[in-house]
């Protein structure tokens, strides 16, 4: 499985917007990009997930590059509570296996 | 959505004493069931991984003796943390997949904190 690297924190004001970047060099061609959101005390909460190019949901976007060595998650204007972590994964296909990485902690200020 | 129940939420023990974490799938069938453990400030580290009807594979490093795991049903995952230790004291998160194959999301439930004293 590839392994990812992200930030391990973030800062933000509330109501701008988040980009996080997470790199996955070794990229197999049947893997997929998810990026979970967990607050303490809670299990992780699915945020979005992609194969190539941008996908968009209600609460957040993934840009995928053509070469999907990385991928950017952005949060549009950020609130307290999307304060958090967020963790980006490469998933296999054939094997659904989910292994976290370290995470990014976002931290929203007013 | 797909919703994960898990069962207790929190619980203490003693020292030598067993406790098992029950994972429920509410609205679909879980083939396979994944379990997790989380220390304080650290990442979630998958312990196994449960198929309903055979045995859990465990990940290296992970006692299949002291972390039974039954997936008896499709939709029930049980994990029984044996003779519990303080060490054993963590965070355990259970998931599920309504498929495995295609890179579908996995639904988590909401963790069970053990607190072995």
């Known amino acids: 499985l590839a392994k990812t690297t992200q930030p391990i924190s973030m800062d933000s004001y509330e109501g701008q917007e988040v980009n996080i970047t997470c790199s996955h060099n070794n990229i197999a061609t049947n893997d997929y990009i998810t990026w979970y959101q967990q607050f303490p005390s809670q299990g992780p909460r699915f945020i979005i997930q992609?194969?190539?190019t941008k996908v968009t949901n209600e609460v957040a976007s993934l840009f995928i590059p053509a070469d999907r060595k990385s991928s950017t998650l952005s949060l549009p204007r950020v609130s307290l509570s999307d304060t958090a972590v967020y963790y980006c994964l490469v998933v296999r296909d054939s094997w659904g296996k989910f292994q976290f990485g370290a995470g990014t902690q976002v931290v929203v200020t007013p | 959505g797909a919703v994960v129940s898990q069962h207790p939420s929190w619980v203490i023990c003693k020292s030598g004493t067993s406790v098992k974490i029950e994972c429920r799938s509410l609205d679909f069938q879980a083939t396979t069931m994944f379990w997790y453990r989380q220390f304080p400030k650290q990442s979630l580290m998958l312990m196994a991984t449960s198929n309903e009807g055979s045995k859990a594979t465990y990940e290296q490093g992970v006692e299949k003796d002291k972390f039974l795991i039954n997936h008896a049903s499709l939709t029930l995952s049980t994990l029984t943390v044996t003779s519990a230790h303080p060490e054993d004291s963590s965070f355990y998160i259970c998931?599920?997949?309504?498929?495995?194959?295609?890179?579908?999301?996995?639904?988590f439930g909401n963790g069970t904190r053990l607190t072995v004293t």
């Open positions: 998931s599920a997949s309504i498929r495995t194959g295609d890179g579908s999301p996995l639904h």
């Open positions: 992609g194969y190539k």
